[in-house]
């Protein structure tokens, strides 16, 4: 199973995925930044912008990728990435689906100050490129379709790894 881990920059995807990478077995976490730098470094300048949703071939060699790995190795995926455009869900996760890999969405939200908080304690600046793109985060993620929405603001970790241990029925 692939699940996807997105929600405003700040708000916890990666801390937990290594939450749920601790606690289930023959699993792994990818990365889909590195995945964006790959391909928007390689371009001259930056023809699409800075978001890597925006690259098409981002969409196309993550959804290879994940396929690839997937059927290789039989892991359970944590992809702990923000999507923000609605085409990116059916460029990857339906992509997936429909090659029949079973891919969840999860959505993490909380409120803007949990969220600012969040960032400056992993140790961030103020006018930090995550910060200044909470609203945008957050707006885009709220709209990806067929998601399962957590909110995190009053959950540790564990209880949201909890939840989606619960909603994933692992």
Same mark, same amino acid.
């Given at each position: 199973?692939?699940?996807?881990?997105?929600?405003?920059?700040?708000?916890?995807?990666?801390?937990?995925?290594?939450k749920?990478?601790?606690?289930?077995? %023959? +699993?792994?976490?990818?990365?889909? !930044?590195?995945?964006? /730098? *790959?391909?928007? @470094?390689?371009y001259?300048?930056?023809?699409?912008?800075?978001?890597?949703?925006?690259?098409?071939?981002?969409?196309?060699?993550?959804?290879?990728?994940?396929?690839?790995?997937?059927?290789?190795?039989?892991k359970?995926?944590?992809?702990?990435?923000?999507?923000?455009r609605? %085409? +990116?869900?059916?460029?990857?996760? !339906?992509?997936?689906? /429909? *090659?029949?890999? @079973?891919?969840?969405?999860?959505?993490l939200?909380?409120?803007r100050?949990?969220?600012?908080?969040?960032?400056?304690?992993?140790?961030?600046?103020?006018?930090?490129?995550?910060?200044?793109?909470?609203?945008?985060?957050?707006?885009?993620?709220?709209?990806?379709?067929?998601?399962?929405h957590?909110?995190?603001?009053?959950?540790?970790?564990?209880?949201?790894?909890?939840?989606v241990?619960?909603?994933?029925?692992?």
């Amino acid at each position: 199973m692939i699940i996807w881990i997105s929600g405003a920059y700040g708000v916890g995807k990666s801390t937990l995925a290594e939450k749920l990478l601790s606690r289930i077995d %023959n +699993s792994m976490i990818f990365d889909a !930044e590195e995945v964006g /730098n *790959a391909v928007r @470094e390689n371009y001259p300048g930056e023809p699409y912008g800075v978001i890597y949703e925006d690259y098409p071939l981002w969409c196309d060699f993550n959804y290879m990728l994940l396929k690839d790995i997937h059927n290789k190795f039989s892991k359970n995926i944590f992809v702990p990435m923000t999507l923000i455009r609605k %085409n +990116s869900c059916s460029k990857i996760i !339906e992509r997936l689906n /429909n *090659a029949g890999i @079973e891919t969840k969405l999860i959505i993490l939200e909380a409120s803007r100050q949990n969220i600012h908080d969040r960032i400056l304690a992993r140790g961030e600046d103020e006018d930090c490129w995550c910060m200044e793109n909470i609203e945008m985060s957050q707006n885009g993620s709220k709209a990806l379709p067929n998601g399962f929405h957590i909110n995190t603001d009053e959950k540790s970790v564990d209880e949201t790894a909890d939840i989606v241990l619960a909603y994933l029925n692992i």
